[in-house]
């Protein structure tokens, strides 16, 4: 099974400041792996899916970037609706099981 | 516009069998493209998947659970369920339906969620 371990478990930023967000997996994803922001009382976004294209209709701000098991997603220049948790996500070939992160909080400072 | 409704009890006794359908609206569930799962968050926790089926009737479950999950697709009448059985006050969770393309990894269009209380 492959675990993966997203840091730091709280992110506090202020808007208009760059979010930096890391997911490892426990073992290579190769690019098979995706990003998810999530809302109080809301269901999971899809924002980034094989580490680095952004789902459609998401804003040019987020970016996912790695490979193999390190992973990042940034968001260049904090909106005031960012501040909600991020999840990455992979899926394994076969078969095929779904594992997320624990998730990151991201906070207003 | 692809939508995906839960329905199903919001409160189940424990020991008892919880149950859940989700109705997808805005496209076909025999689609050949897709698996459909079922994801669940405990109150103020991540996220935890449960289990996926294709429209053949394939299942997939999450190994801890896997003893106590089913879950089923009914194509005429485009929906998928799940049951899960012997719950505890462990089970209490937000549950959700997803779509996952076959050929990706990204779960990309979900159900709102659905809250499950298991108290008796």
Do not use: H
Not at chain 1, 66 to 83: A, H, K, N, Y
Not at chain 2, 68 to 85: A, E, G, H, P
Request: aromatic letters at 12%; one cysteine or more; glycine letters at 10%.
């Amino acid at each position: 099974e492959i675990v993966l371990t997203q840091s730091p478990a709280t992110l506090s930023l202020s808007p208009g400041e760059r979010a930096t967000l890391s997911c490892r997996a426990s073992q290579s994803v190769s690019s098979y792996l995706a990003w998810y922001q999530q809302k109080p009382g809301q269901a999971p976004r899809l924002l980034i899916y094989d580490a680095s294209n952004r789902a459609t209709g998401i804003p040019a701000r987020f970016s996912g970037s790695g490979s193999g098991t390190d992973f990042t997603l940034t968001i260049s220049s904090l909106e005031p609706e960012d501040f909600a948790v991020y999840y990455c996500q992979q899926r394994s070939n076969w078969p095929p099981e779904y594992t997320f992160g624990q998730g990151t909080k991201l906070e207003i400072k | 516009q692809l939508q995906l409704q839960e329905s199903g009890p919001g409160l189940v006794k424990p020991s008892e069998t919880l149950s859940l359908t989700c109705t997808v609206s805005g496209g076909s569930i025999s689609s050949s493209s897709y698996y459909w799962g079922w994801i669940r968050q405990p109150p103020g926790k991540g996220l935890e998947w449960i289990g996926s089926i294709y429209y053949s009737g394939s299942t997939y479950y999450n190994p801890s659970l896997k003893s106590r999950v089913t879950i089923s697709v009914d194509t005429s009448k485009n929906q998928f369920s799940l049951k899960l059985s012997s719950v505890t006050a462990a089970d209490t969770a937000v549950y959700y339906c997803a779509r996952g393309p076959k050929a990706g990894t990204p779960l990309d269009y979900w159900g709102q969620g659905t809250l499950v209380t298991v108290s008796s």
